[in-house]
T-cell receptor, first 119, second 113 residues
Framework: AQTVTQSQPEMSVQEAETVTLSCTYD???????LFWYKQPPSRQMILVIR??????QNATENRFSVNFQKAAKSFSLKISDSQLGDTAMYFC????????????????FGRGTSLIVHP | EPEVTQTPSHQVTQMGQEVILRCVPI?????FYWYRQILGQKVEFLVS????????KSEIFDDQFSVERPDGSNFTLKIRSTKLEDSAMYFC???????????FGPGTRLTVL
């Protein structure tokens, strides 16, 4: 079974600064997907960024980038130039690519990191 | 940009009552999902649905739960006899394919009294 660990329950950062949220996962599989979702106070889950495990290049989406270390099973999210609107709960998620075995594509979520951006 | 919508945003019900939570997935998506999130806890998978049948379900999704796609646009989650512990945020999601990113709706907050 896959597990996703987010070791930082809470983080805070000053506006315009950079913050990194950590995520580690445990799997014996080689092909999978990793995601970061953002859940603001409105509680809607919004996709921030997605990474395919077969890609060595780290995914980037504007101010959001990841540091994907496959050997270390680490998938951290870096938010540059933090904005007040970045205040949210951030969930890391793992999804096994079961194309070959016909298994499930159900993501496993971590417990989340609450990020507060201070003005 | 297309998005998943859910109604109602908040549902309050008495224990033992039936509730139906509604979702309109993104129109060209073929895979549909329900998740729940008890306050302060992580998101948990309930069920996935494809081609008018359940493709996978978790241990949480017992006989009290059912899903349906009554027409070409809606996807519903029914809880037959609600319990206090069913109080949670329920999220619907949809995706274009199994391996594609799942897009979540805004959620329905269910409160069981």
């Amino acid at each position: 079974a896959q597990t996703v660990t987010q070791s930082q329950p809470e983080m805070s950062v000053q506006e315009a600064e950079t913050v990194t949220l950590s995520c580690t996962y445990d799997t014996s599989e080689n092909n999978y997907y990793l995601f970061w979702y953002k859940q603001p106070p409105s509680r809607q889950m919004i996709l921030v960024i997605r990474q395919e495990a077969y890609k060595q290049q780290n995914a980037t989406e504007n101010r959001f980038s990841v540091n994907f270390q496959k050997a270390a099973k680490s998938f951290s999210l870096k938010i540059s130039d933090s904005q007040l609107g970045d205040t949210a709960m951030y969930f890391c998620a793992f999804m096994f690519d079961s194309r070959a075995s016909g298994g499930s594509y159900i993501p496993t979520f971590g417990r989340g990191t609450s990020l507060i951006v201070h003005p | 940009e297309p998005e998943v919508t859910q109604t109602p945003s908040h549902q309050v019900t008495q224990m033992g009552q039936e509730v139906i939570l509604r979702c309109v997935p993104i129109s060209n998506h073929l895979y549909f999902y329900w998740y729940r999130q008890i306050l302060g806890q992580k998101v948990e998978f309930l069920v996935s649905f494809y081609n008018n049948e359940i493709s996978e379900k978790s241990e949480i999704f017992d006989d009290q739960f059912s899903v349906e796609r009554p027409d070409g646009s809606n996807f519903t989650l029914k809880i037959r006899s609600t319990k206090l512990e069913d109080s949670a945020m329920y999220f619907c999601a949809s995706s274009d394919s199994q391996s594609d990113t799942q897009y979540f709706g805004p959620g329905t907050r269910l409160t069981v009294l």
